[in-house]
């Protein structure tokens, strides 16, 4: 069997596309900043008998994330560099039960510009053992035009690189709604 010039070439171009495309997705690269209340600017504290508690979080590329906590359910809001802010409504398109966010953030960068954040959401979500916990990847995109969820996974042993690989992909997908 014989290839004709014509089509090595059509051959070539396509294995030389594959290339690149494999290249620009593994160009992101992880940032990872801190959730923890201690490494967090307390704003709102349920001590002082303010309704929940709120702590401002460093970020990346100026960059925050505010962690908001109300009846027993956290809550992030990204605030970009101009100040605009953008709730990820956790507690709606994920889960509604009892949450907590995980210790730390993941920021997916393109050069020094995040593209997306991946937060750990961890739910209770069976009355019947409140202790037993689901714990999610939330993937959210950040664009120029819109910073919203776009992806909830699920636990599994390949979590975590679904997770990237979603964040990676996620600046054309549609915003998650309330289930």
């Known amino acids: 069997m014989t290839l004709n010039a014509r089509t090595l070439f059509v051959l070539f171009v396509l294995f030389c596309g594959l290339q690149i495309f494999e290249a620009k997705a593994q160009s992101n690269r992880s940032v990872y900043t801190s959730l923890g209340e201690k490494q967090c600017r307390v704003l709102k504290s349920a001590m002082a008998g303010d309704d929940g508690y709120e702590g401002r979080c460093r970020g990346v590329a100026g960059y925050t994330l505010l962690l908001s906590e109300g009846d027993l359910r956290q809550n992030i809001t990204v605030v970009t560099p101009k100040g605009a802010k953008h709730s990820l409504d956790l507690w709606d398109v994920i889960s ?13 960068m393109a050069r020094q510009k995040p593209t997306a954040l991946i937060i750990r959401y961890n739910a209770s979500e069976d009355p019947d053992h409140p202790d037993k916990l689901t714990s999610y990847l939330a993937v959210t995109k950040i664009t120029a035009t819109e910073i919203c969820v776009t ?15 979603a964040a990676d992909e996620s600046a054309n997908k549609p915003c998650l709604k309330q289930p």
């Open 96 to 108: 509604g039960g009892f949450s907590s966010v995980g210790p730390k953030a993941e920021w997916r």
């Open 151 to 165: 992806d909830k996974i699920p636990p599994g042993a390949t979590a975590n690189k679904d997770a990237r690989r």
